[in-house]
């Protein structure tokens, strides 16, 4: 089994997280995994490696460079050639394309070219990206590219059912609904930290609200910040802001933030993260061009209720009263009016946070790659018969 994608750890963002769990996973279950991936900076911090390496060999680290306005994203050097080699090496029954571009393209043109049985994941709706940063005359261009290379495939993964449907529109036929899982073991309640909130400045009769995510334009952050502030207008200074992760917007999103707001930057994936969802009160999210929103489910793992806007994969699991509130799309004062409501009404938030957990406890990452592995098994085996 061989994966290629233009992300994975150390780099932090849902497909690398996704990828990394898929190969571990798969490895357990008796497959022989490989990775095609960008060579990163030696220095670069690993936030997942106290839950141990991917049991993946990286077969091959295509040379990379940062993006000049997103220095995280690393842009591969296109060496067809070099992919090519790594191919015949390895001699994989199947080549999954995680990602549309430099490397996922590279692994989609080596399976065509070889005849080896292609899958590609719908991860992220980069449509929806161009309209975010501005050059929104991109929109059907981008549309119409990522149509193409998922109809090249046999069989395409995406993480929600919204998500699905906007394949189906392009054209993509077979297309499985996968990657709604969550680690329930290490994203759990009784990782609630007074200590931690104490150092964050929090009274014990105080609110917490968390945020994690890329800090980049598509994600809307912004927009969290406004309704803080109003919030704090509300309420008063007995509410807390935190933000964990890192990204090309974070200086300006700290020069806008009001008082009340800590930003925390990329955080252990094992220990520190899981503490932050359970100690927090309520989680906020913003962003409207996610196909899953895998922080959102870290969060109710958590046992924390959820504020956002049911758009993308978010709307799969986000219900309104249940395990968590619902606000219209970039609509500050309402989601300032949400922070109010569950900042007032004690049994409300308990209520959702248990709401939240029991929304979490069905998703979990052994049922996902369990149907994971029987879905890979299908699809060679169906290209078996046609080759017969």
């Known amino acids: 089994m061989l994966f290629c994608s233009d992300t994975y750890p150390p780099q932090v963002n849902g497909v690398s997280v996704v990828t990394e769990i898929s190969v571990r996973g798969l490895a357990a279950r ?7 991936a960008p060579k990163y900076p030696a220095d670069l911090s690993n936030p997942f490696s106290r839950e141990g390496v991917p049991n993946g060999e990286v077969v091959l680290s295509l040379p990379s460079m940062a993006m000049p306005t997103y220095p995280d994203i690393r842009l591969a050097v296109p060496d067809m050639s070099r992919v090519d080699r790594a191919v015949e090496r390895f001699k994989p029954d199947l080549i999954h394309a995680e990602t549309e571009f430099v490397i996922g393209r590279l692994g989609q043109r080596a399976a065509l070219r070889t005849g080896t049985p292609l899958v590609t994941s719908y991860h992220t709706d980069f449509s929806k990206y161009v309209r975010a940063y501005g050059i929104p005359m991109l929109q059907s261009a981008v549309s119409s590219y990522i149509g193409r290379f998922h109809r090249r495939a046999r069989r395409t993964y995406t993480p929600s059912s919204p998500a699905r449907n906007d394949l189906h529109a392009l054209g993509v036929r077979d297309v ?4 709604r899982g ?5 994203f759990d309640p009784s990782r609630r930290d007074l200590q931690l909130r104490h150092s964050l400045g929090v009274g014990p009769d105080e609110m917490l609200f968390v945020h994690v995510g890329r800090l980049a334009r598509e994600k809307n952050i912004d927009l969290i910040l406004d309704a803080f502030r109003i919030a704090r207008g509300m309420i008063g200074a007995r509410i807390h802001l935190v933000i964990a992760g890192a990204g090309p917007c974070e200086s300006e999103l700290r020069a806008a933030a009001p ?3 800590t930003f925390l930057g990329h955080l252990d994936r094992s220990t520190a993260l899981p503490a932050l969802y359970a100690s927090g009160d309520a989680f906020l999210f913003s962003s409207l061009t996610e196909t ?3 922080v959102v489910l870290e969060a109710m793992a958590s046992g924390t209720p959820v504020i956002a806007t049911p758009a993308g994969g978010v709307a799969d699991h986000l219900r309104h009263e249940t395990n968590g509130l619902v606000y219209p799309a970039n609509d500050a004062r309402a989601m300032a009016e949400a922070m109010l409501r569950l900042t007032t009404d004690d049994m409300l938030r308990h209520r959702l946070g248990k709401g939240a957990l029991e929304t979490a406890q069905w998703l979990t990452w052994e049922a ?16 078996d018969r046609r080759a017969v």
């Open 30 to 36: 008796g497959w022989e995994c490989a990775v095609i």
């Open 176 to 179: 499985e609904v996968w990657g």
């Open 182 to 186: 969550v680690n329930v073991q290490a």
């Open 259 to 261: 008082s009340g707001t």
């Open 292 to 294: 899953l929103g895998l």
């Open 368 to 383: 996902e790659l369990d149907r994971l592995d029987r879905s890979y098994r299908d699809v060679i085996d169906s290209s």
